[in-house]
């Protein structure tokens, strides 16, 4: 039997890279959990990068609640411009802080939150985290 149906207009691999992706997810977040303890926003806000190229290849681009999704995530991406780099810990020679540090590394913890958020509940949408399975869409004979 071909590989494919020739009458078909979508093309589906027979090889899956599901359970790869979900590794690679479930490291991300766990870098992203080190990073927030250890006070290092910058890698912080680079894994929640990756988890977004994750999942963004998920989205349908003709849809517009995703189109939303992608400008949401890019407004919130908005708001970090300026904010980076700024360094996770002070080493300098006196160990002075800058007057605005403390007020920046807040504004920065904030909105990695909010951006952590929005990614771990459209993980949930794409079926790649904690959402539960409805037993009702199974297609199973």
């Known amino acids: ?3 494919f149906d020739a009458g078909s207009t979508e093309k589906v691999s027979k ?9 690679r997810i479930d490291a991300l977040w766990a870098m992203a959990h080190r990073d927030v303890r250890s006070g290092n926003y910058q890698n912080w806000n ?16 003709e849809n517009e609640k995703d189109m939303q999704t992608e400008e949401d995530f890019d407004k919130i ?3 970090l411009v300026g904010l980076f ?13 800058p007057a605005d540090f403390i ?3 807040s504004k920065q913890y904030l ?7 929005f990614l ?7 079926g790649k985290g904690t959402a539960w399975r409805d037993e009702s869409e199974d297609d199973f004979e």
């Open 103 to 105: 007020q920046k590394k």
């Open 77 to 79: 991406n908005k708001e």
């Open 120 to 126: 771990r509940r459209l993980q949930n949408k794409l």
């Open 1 to 3: 039997m071909d590989e």
């Open 46 to 61: 680079t894994c929640l990068d990756r988890l977004w190229m994750e999942f963004v290849g998920d989205l349908d681009i």
């Open 85 to 97: 780099p700024l360094f996770s810990t002070m080493h300098d020679t006196w160990n002075k802080k």
């Open 15 to 23: 090889f899956h890279g599901a359970f790869d992706q979900l590794r």
């Open 111 to 117: 909105i990695l939150s909010g951006k952590e958020i």
